[in-house]
């Protein structure tokens, strides 16, 4: 079983103005952030970065001469484009950092066409928010949202709502115990069902466990990553929104290529419809049936889907925390998730624990 702390990392380092205590207030945010914006295809030749007046800082100016105010992500996105280093240009004077964008835009390569995205924020101040491809699918936060309230209602009242701590539901929904969140260029969405809870005889050391559905949501719309579901099962949520003794079970992952708002409404937002009316019982059948499937030919089993090495250290792994050899299925999944663990790449890490999650489907064959 896993711990899982990307929740934690976003009620760690969000300022309150990106906390929020229920789905429509988060919807409410960020219908009024799409609403202000306009997002347009420009040459990069005909953008321009330019000096504020007090040279503590840097303009976006475009093709009709209107100043914009980069984000820090969007400095990035464009310090990327031009082929300066980010970090670099933000330890140089503001009239040097400019003319080195502007040579990077403008001169040093070819003409780029570029997707801007533009905010309009206190009355005349308006943002830059991205700079991405000109075929950039934008998929937008609140959409995401609505979706969630669709199938999930508010994220407070419902079955599936901001999680508890220790498994007892939170008498009110707070900024310092939420765990929804969007901010200028991302947003991220924890929504657990701990009331009807998942009974699983044998779980470990041969003692009944319950576990609780949960998942995340993240998305971004300046282009800082794809739209992402990730569901899983959990012991408990501690104070700090890690998440203890999870088993990740499956993932959806959208690129916001041109296509992404189609494959938001054909892949994900079904998904999510399911995943809403899926009853405690039916994935506790599930559960029980990898438990009960004996395997005649663990190390065939295990090799054909992570190669002989991984396989016997996985083996080795699951003994080691159980106490006994791998025999069923869920065995297995167990084993294989431990060995995740170890695994030092998050990336690699994830990707080992979906495809450990998908030997639950061998139970069912």
């Not at 429509?24 to 219908?31: Q, T």
């Not at 699983?200 to 579901?229: C, H, M, Q, W, Y």
């Not at 080795?316 to 106490?323: I, K, R, S, T």
Request: charge should be negative; charged fraction near 25%; proline fraction near 5%.
């Amino acid at each position: 079983m896993n711990t899982l702390t990307q929740a934690s990392t976003q009620w760690a380092t969000r300022p309150p103005e990106e906390r929020f205590t229920s789905l429509p207030a988060m919807g409410e945010a960020l219908e009024v952030m799409r609403a202000n914006s306009r997002a347009a295809v420009v040459s990069s030749r005909h953008l321009s970065a330019i000096p504020t007046d007090d040279n503590r800082g840097l303009l976006i100016e475009g093709p009709n001469g209107h100043a914009t105010t980069p984000t820090n992500w969007s400095f990035g996105q464009l310090a990327n484009l031009s082929g300066a280093p980010a970090h670099y240009l933000r330890t140089l004077p503001a009239p040097l950092a400019a003319d080195c964008l502007n040579y990077g835009l403008k001169v040093e390569r070819d003409a780029i066409d570029t997707g801007v995205l533009l905010t309009r924020r206190d009355g005349d101040l308006i943002e830059l928010r991205a700079a991405t491809g000109p075929r950039y699918g934008r998929i937008w936060n609140v959409d995401v949202v609505r979706a969630l309230e669709d199938r999930f209602g508010d994220g407070v009242s419902g079955d599936f709502r901001v999680p508890g701590i220790f498994g007892k539901s939170l008498d009110q929904v707070t900024i310092g115990n939420t765990t929804l969140f969007a901010g200028d260029r991302d947003m991220f969405v924890f929504l657990a069902d701990e009331k009807n809870r998942i009974e699983l005889p044998g779980r470990r050391d041969g003692k009944t466990g319950e576990l609780a559905r949960g998942f995340f949501v993240t998305n971004s719309e300046t282009g800082a990553g794809a739209l992402k579901i990730k569901t899983f099962l959990f012991d408990y949520v501690c104070a700090n929104r890690i998440v203890w003794g999870a088993h990740e079970l499956e993932s959806i992952s959208i690129r916001h290529t041109a296509s992404a708002p189609e494959r938001f409404l054909e892949e994900a937002a079904p998904a999510l419809l399911e995943y809403s009316r899926a009853s405690a019982s039916s994935v506790s059948s599930v559960l029980k049936l990898a438990q009960s499937s004996k395997l005649s030919k663990v190390d065939e089993f295990l090799s054909t889907r992570f190669g002989p090495r991984v396989a016997d250290r996985i083996k080795v792994v699951h003994a080691q925390e159980e106490g006994r050899p791998i025999e069923t299925v869920w065995d297995a999944v167990v084993g294989a998730t431990a060995y995740a663990r170890s695994i030092p790449w998050t990336d690699s890490r994830v990707e080992f624990e979906e495809l450990a999650g998908e030997m639950l489907e061998a139970a069912a064959i």
